[in-house]
Protein backbone atom coordinates (compact mmCIF):
# COMPACT_ATOMS: atom_id res chain seq x y z
CA UNK A 1 0.00 0.00 0.00
CA UNK A 2 1.71 3.13 -1.05
CA UNK A 3 -0.36 5.42 0.79
CA UNK A 4 -1.63 7.32 -2.01
CA UNK A 5 -5.76 6.43 -2.88
CA UNK A 6 -7.59 6.92 -5.57
CA UNK A 7 -11.53 6.92 -6.25
CA UNK A 8 -13.34 5.01 -7.63
CA UNK A 9 -12.03 1.97 -8.59
CA UNK A 10 -14.06 1.81 -12.17
CA UNK A 11 -15.82 3.77 -13.70
CA UNK A 12 -17.94 3.07 -16.64
CA UNK A 13 -19.60 6.12 -18.61
CA UNK A 14 -21.20 7.19 -22.17
CA UNK A 15 -19.22 9.24 -24.85
CA UNK A 16 -20.32 13.12 -24.29
CA UNK A 17 -20.22 12.27 -20.43
CA UNK A 18 -18.33 14.52 -17.94
CA UNK A 19 -16.47 12.60 -14.96
CA UNK A 20 -14.04 13.30 -11.57
CA UNK A 21 -11.47 10.94 -10.34
CA UNK A 22 -10.30 11.92 -6.76
CA UNK A 23 -6.91 11.59 -5.02
CA UNK A 24 -5.70 11.92 -2.07
CA UNK A 25 -1.81 11.98 -1.78
CA UNK A 26 0.21 10.44 1.53
CA UNK A 27 0.23 12.24 4.43
CA UNK A 28 2.74 15.38 4.05
CA UNK A 29 3.32 14.99 0.04
CA UNK A 30 2.84 18.34 -1.56
CA UNK A 31 2.96 17.35 -5.13
CA UNK A 32 0.60 15.59 -7.34
CA UNK A 33 0.56 14.10 -10.87
CA UNK A 34 -2.00 12.46 -12.85
CA UNK A 35 -0.99 9.78 -15.51
CA UNK A 36 -3.17 7.83 -17.93
CA UNK A 37 -2.19 4.80 -18.90
CA UNK A 38 -3.20 3.06 -22.02
CA UNK A 39 -2.36 0.28 -23.99
CA UNK A 40 -1.16 1.71 -27.18
CA UNK A 41 0.58 4.72 -25.80
CA UNK A 42 1.42 3.43 -22.28
CA UNK A 43 2.00 5.19 -19.06
CA UNK A 44 1.47 9.51 -20.31
CA UNK A 45 2.21 11.92 -17.93
CA UNK A 46 -0.64 14.91 -17.94
CA UNK A 47 -0.15 17.08 -15.18
CA UNK A 48 1.45 18.08 -12.06
CA UNK A 49 0.83 20.36 -9.14
CA UNK A 50 2.48 21.54 -6.32
CA UNK A 51 0.96 22.79 -3.09
CA UNK A 52 -2.04 24.08 -5.18
CA UNK A 53 -0.46 25.18 -8.16
CA UNK A 54 -0.06 23.65 -11.32
CA UNK A 55 4.01 22.94 -12.00
CA UNK A 56 4.19 20.94 -14.76
CA UNK A 57 2.16 19.85 -17.70
CA UNK A 58 2.54 17.13 -19.97
CA UNK A 59 0.03 15.63 -22.73
CA UNK A 60 -3.20 16.57 -21.54
CA UNK A 61 -6.25 17.42 -23.97
CA UNK A 62 -7.56 20.47 -23.31
CA UNK A 63 -11.19 18.31 -22.66
CA UNK A 64 -9.51 17.48 -19.28
CA UNK A 65 -8.49 19.80 -16.24
CA UNK A 66 -7.43 19.06 -12.95
CA UNK A 67 -6.72 21.38 -9.69
CA UNK A 68 -5.36 20.56 -6.13
CA UNK A 69 -7.38 21.91 -3.10
CA UNK A 70 -6.08 23.45 -0.12
CA UNK A 71 -6.02 20.30 1.98
CA UNK A 72 -3.56 18.64 -0.84
CA UNK A 73 -6.53 15.89 -3.16
CA UNK A 74 -6.64 16.79 -6.20
CA UNK A 75 -9.45 15.94 -8.92
CA UNK A 76 -9.08 15.29 -12.56
CA UNK A 77 -11.84 16.16 -14.67
CA UNK A 78 -12.59 14.76 -18.00
CA UNK A 79 -15.37 15.92 -20.13
CA UNK A 80 -16.71 15.49 -23.38
CA UNK A 81 -15.78 12.01 -23.28
CA UNK A 82 -14.45 10.16 -26.06
CA UNK A 83 -14.06 6.07 -26.32
CA UNK A 84 -10.75 6.84 -26.77
CA UNK A 85 -10.20 7.93 -23.23
CA UNK A 86 -10.92 4.51 -22.34
CA UNK A 87 -7.81 3.73 -20.02
CA UNK A 88 -6.44 3.29 -16.04
CA UNK A 89 -5.70 6.62 -14.56
CA UNK A 90 -3.42 7.24 -11.96
CA UNK A 91 -2.42 9.53 -9.77
CA UNK A 92 1.13 9.67 -7.56
CA UNK A 93 2.31 11.43 -5.20
CA UNK A 94 5.55 13.10 -3.81
CA UNK A 95 7.51 13.89 -0.73
CA UNK A 96 10.58 15.71 -2.77
CA UNK A 97 11.97 15.60 -6.29
CA UNK A 98 11.64 12.96 -8.45
CA UNK A 99 10.72 9.91 -5.87
CA UNK A 100 6.83 9.03 -6.55
CA UNK A 101 4.38 7.46 -5.09
CA UNK A 102 1.82 6.10 -7.34
CA UNK A 103 -2.35 4.91 -6.21
CA UNK A 104 -4.01 1.73 -7.44
CA UNK A 105 -5.21 3.95 -10.08
CA UNK A 106 -9.35 4.13 -11.81
CA UNK A 107 -9.95 2.24 -14.67
CA UNK A 108 -12.16 4.56 -16.38
CA UNK A 109 -14.74 2.51 -19.78
CA UNK A 110 -16.00 4.84 -21.94
CA UNK A 111 -19.11 3.14 -23.91
CA UNK B 1 11.76 15.10 -26.06
CA UNK B 2 13.26 11.73 -24.36
CA UNK B 3 12.04 8.46 -24.78
CA UNK B 4 12.94 5.21 -23.23
CA UNK B 5 12.53 1.85 -24.54
CA UNK B 6 12.34 -0.88 -23.40
CA UNK B 7 13.19 -4.86 -24.80
CA UNK B 8 11.69 -7.10 -25.06
CA UNK B 9 7.93 -6.18 -25.02
CA UNK B 10 6.89 -9.34 -23.62
CA UNK B 11 8.82 -12.25 -22.14
CA UNK B 12 7.59 -15.62 -21.06
CA UNK B 13 9.65 -17.39 -19.20
CA UNK B 14 10.11 -21.43 -16.68
CA UNK B 15 9.78 -20.74 -13.30
CA UNK B 16 13.07 -21.16 -11.76
CA UNK B 17 15.17 -19.30 -15.17
CA UNK B 18 17.06 -16.09 -14.95
CA UNK B 19 15.72 -12.65 -17.04
CA UNK B 20 17.06 -9.99 -17.49
CA UNK B 21 14.88 -6.32 -19.26
CA UNK B 22 16.47 -3.91 -20.44
CA UNK B 23 15.55 -0.06 -20.78
CA UNK B 24 17.00 2.20 -23.22
CA UNK B 25 17.10 6.05 -23.29
CA UNK B 26 17.26 7.98 -25.82
CA UNK B 27 19.24 10.98 -24.21
CA UNK B 28 21.88 11.00 -21.29
CA UNK B 29 20.33 9.07 -18.06
CA UNK B 30 20.55 11.29 -15.19
CA UNK B 31 18.32 8.56 -13.34
CA UNK B 32 16.23 5.87 -13.84
CA UNK B 33 13.26 4.12 -11.62
CA UNK B 34 12.31 0.57 -12.20
CA UNK B 35 8.25 0.13 -11.26
CA UNK B 36 6.26 -3.33 -11.05
CA UNK B 37 2.50 -2.78 -12.22
CA UNK B 38 0.52 -6.15 -11.33
CA UNK B 39 -2.11 -6.01 -14.41
CA UNK B 40 -4.34 -3.96 -13.51
CA UNK B 41 -3.44 -2.51 -10.79
CA UNK B 42 -1.13 0.11 -9.58
CA UNK B 43 2.84 0.39 -9.85
CA UNK B 44 5.03 -0.40 -7.40
CA UNK B 45 8.41 1.36 -6.49
CA UNK B 46 11.00 -1.06 -7.02
CA UNK B 47 14.32 1.34 -6.94
CA UNK B 48 15.68 4.28 -7.95
CA UNK B 49 19.13 4.18 -9.63
CA UNK B 50 20.98 7.75 -9.59
CA UNK B 51 24.79 7.22 -11.07
CA UNK B 52 26.78 5.76 -13.18
CA UNK B 53 27.47 2.07 -12.76
CA UNK B 54 25.35 1.83 -9.53
CA UNK B 55 23.55 -1.22 -8.57
CA UNK B 56 21.03 -1.73 -6.59
CA UNK B 57 18.63 -4.68 -5.58
CA UNK B 58 15.15 -5.53 -4.60
CA UNK B 59 14.22 -8.28 -2.86
CA UNK B 60 16.93 -10.56 -5.30
CA UNK B 61 16.17 -8.35 -7.82
CA UNK B 62 18.96 -6.65 -9.13
CA UNK B 63 18.95 -3.58 -11.78
CA UNK B 64 22.42 -1.63 -12.97
CA UNK B 65 22.37 1.76 -14.48
CA UNK B 66 25.12 2.11 -17.39
CA UNK B 67 25.60 5.74 -17.85
CA UNK B 68 27.49 5.46 -20.85
CA UNK B 69 25.28 3.18 -22.89
CA UNK B 70 22.35 5.64 -22.00
CA UNK B 71 21.18 1.93 -20.37
CA UNK B 72 19.92 0.12 -16.98
CA UNK B 73 19.04 -3.59 -16.90
CA UNK B 74 16.97 -5.22 -14.40
CA UNK B 75 17.61 -9.08 -13.44
CA UNK B 76 15.26 -11.39 -11.78
CA UNK B 77 17.31 -14.33 -10.77
CA UNK B 78 15.42 -17.90 -10.29
CA UNK B 79 12.16 -16.32 -11.27
CA UNK B 80 9.08 -16.76 -9.38
CA UNK B 81 5.39 -16.81 -10.14
CA UNK B 82 4.87 -13.58 -8.05
CA UNK B 83 7.32 -11.52 -10.42
CA UNK B 84 4.72 -11.79 -13.08
CA UNK B 85 4.07 -8.29 -14.39
CA UNK B 86 4.71 -5.17 -16.04
CA UNK B 87 7.85 -3.72 -15.29
CA UNK B 88 8.54 -0.19 -16.23
CA UNK B 89 11.24 1.95 -16.36
CA UNK B 90 10.81 6.02 -16.03
CA UNK B 91 13.74 8.62 -15.81
CA UNK B 92 13.32 12.26 -14.58
CA UNK B 93 12.65 14.31 -17.85
CA UNK B 94 12.57 18.14 -16.65
CA UNK B 95 11.07 19.69 -13.78
CA UNK B 96 9.55 17.16 -11.23
CA UNK B 97 7.82 14.82 -14.58
CA UNK B 98 9.38 11.54 -15.23
CA UNK B 99 8.68 9.88 -18.64
CA UNK B 100 8.08 6.12 -18.89
CA UNK B 101 8.79 3.09 -21.08
CA UNK B 102 6.09 1.05 -22.40
CA UNK B 103 6.69 -1.53 -20.44
CA UNK B 104 7.92 -5.63 -20.34
CA UNK B 105 4.89 -7.89 -19.59
CA UNK B 106 6.32 -10.75 -17.79
CA UNK B 107 4.65 -14.33 -17.67
CA UNK B 108 6.14 -17.13 -15.42
CA UNK B 109 5.55 -20.43 -16.45
CA UNK B 110 4.69 -23.30 -13.95
Known amino acids: DSGVTQTPKHLITATGQRVTLRCSPRSGDLSVYWYQQSLDQGLQFLIQ???????AKGNILERFSAQQFPDLHSELNLSSLELGDSALYFC??????????FGPGTRLTVL | SQELEQSPQSLIVQEGKNLTINCTSSKTLYGLYWYKQKYGEGLIFLMM?????EEKSHEKITAKLDEKKQQSSLHIPASQPSHAGIYLCGAPSGDDKIIFGKGTRLHILP
Open chain 2, 49 to 53: LQKGG
Open chain 1, 49 to 55: YYNGEER
Open chain 1, 92 to 101: ASSPHYNEQF
